[in-house]
Structures are given as structure tokens and as C-alpha cells.
């Protein structure tokens, strides 16, 4: 499955994968094991080599919220706070069993210092934060429909990995408004599978 997330074309991104396949320590995962937990310290960066993960977020009454995913050949950690060692505000679940691959805090930076890339991190994080900025206002601008299609397109097999309800919570909608856009866009034709 494509995954189309720009931090995943930056010059170093390789080499990265290539330090995680060296010194990252593998861990297995069972479907709806955490990574992390909103609120711990945790001082770990992961990459998944099968598998997937779910970002939730919590509403002041403690209603569960998806707001992201992180599947095979993507990196799962929460960034932001990753970097500056601050508890997350998110929980990181399995969605099934996976594999990661985890390297500490420490080794990610020693290896961003001496990898040859000039400001590598900074890349990273410039490109995670428009991936995000990019995302959020998807949320604020686009109709429901559109935040489904651009769904589909950046994550063209995810109708096989999370259940609809799921997509549903990412996208901000109900399960029932969900299926309303589904079959709204079968009867379009778009010649693609919603």
C-alpha cells in the first residue's frame, strides 16, 4: 500500500531505514497493544515492519477520537513530543498484530548528527508539520465527501486494514454519514472502489 506521506521522500529517509534495520531492537505487538500511552514519557521512535497503528485522542468526556495512522514501511511515534521528550497527549495502538522495529531517543539523535545530511531533523520535522498543517485543514475546509476521497487516495488499501466505523472517527463523521457517502459516490461511477 502506498503510503503518501511526504517526510517518506526525504533525502536521508533510507538511510534511517537502514539504521532501524541495523540497531533497532524488533518487538511484536498484538492487535490493540499499545506503543504508547497518552501521558507516559516515552522515550522510543518505531519502525513498523508489518502492521499498523492508530493514533486516538480523547474528548474532554473521554469519547475516543482516531485522528491518525501510521501502517507498514511508516514510522510510529508522536513526534512533537518525541523530540522534546514530553509525555503524549495520544495513545498509539495496534490495529493488529505488527512488528516494529524501536530505537531510543538517544540513538535517533546520535544518528541525525552524524549521518552527512545537514539538518536532517530539522526536514523531518518541517515535513511532519505540514503533513499535519495539511490534514487540519482538510478537517476545517473540506466536505466530509472530500476528506473520504482524500483518504482513499492517500491511503489506497485501507478499506482492507481498518473497519468502516474507523474511517468514520478519522474523518469525523458517523458510521451512518459514512455509508450515506459511500453509496453517493457507487452511484457516481467514480470508477473506483469506496
Given at each position: ?7 517518506m521522500?526525504?533525502?536521508?529517509i ?5 539504521f532501524?534495520?541495523?540497531e533497532?531492537?524488533p518487538?511484536e ?6 506503543f ?10 518505531g519502525?513498523i515492519?508489518?502492521?499498523g497503528f492508530r493514533?486516538l485522542?480523547y474528548s474532554s468526556?473521554?469519547k ?35 512488528t516494529?522495529?524501536?530505537l ?8 541525525f548528527?552524524c ?6 531533523r ?17 478537517m476545517y475546509?473540506d466536505?466530509p465527501?472530500?476528506?473520504y476521497?482524500?483518504l482513499i487516495?492517500r491511503?489506497?488499501?485501507i ?5 468502516l ?7 469525523k463523521?458517523?458510521?451512518e454519514?459514512l ?8 452511484n457516481?461511477d467514480?470508477n473506483?472502489e469506496f
Amino acid at each position: 500500500m502506498p503510503i503518501l506521506k511526504k517526510y517518506m521522500e526525504l533525502e536521508g529517509i533510507v538511510g534511517i531505514r537502514r539504521f532501524f534495520e541495523a540497531e533497532g531492537i524488533p518487538k511484536e505487538y498484538k492487535k490493540n497493544e499499545f506503543f504508547m500511552r497518552r501521558g507516559q514519557r516515552h522515550n522510543h521512535i518505531g519502525f513498523i515492519l508489518e502492521g499498523g497503528f492508530r493514533y486516538l485522542g480523547y474528548s474532554s468526556e473521554g469519547k475516543e477520537q482516531i485522528v491518525g495512522y501510521s501502517f507498514e514501511s511508516d514510522f510510529v511515534v508522536d513526534y512533537a513530543t518525541f523530540q522534546v521528550q514530553e509525555p503524549p497527549a495520544i495513545d498509539t495502538q495496534s490495529i493488529k498484530k505488527s512488528t516494529v522495529l524501536s530505537l531510543t531517543y538517544d540513538q535517533l539523535n546520535a544518528y541525525f548528527e552524524c549521518c552527512g545530511i545537514p539538518d536532517l531533523r530539522s526536514k523531518v520535522a518541517e515535513a511532519l508539520l505540514n503533513d499535519f498543517g495539511t490534514r487540519l485543514l482538510s478537517m476545517y475546509c473540506d466536505t466530509p465527501e472530500e476528506r473520504y476521497i482524500k483518504l482513499i487516495d492517500r491511503y489506497s488499501d485501507i478499506l482492507n486494514l481498518v473497519s468502516l466505523k474507523e474511517i468514520a472517527s478519522l474523518i469525523k463523521v458517523t458510521p451512518e454519514t459514512l455509508s450515506r457517502i459511500r453509496k453517493k459516490l457507487k452511484n457516481l461511477d467514480l470508477n473506483q472502489e469506496f
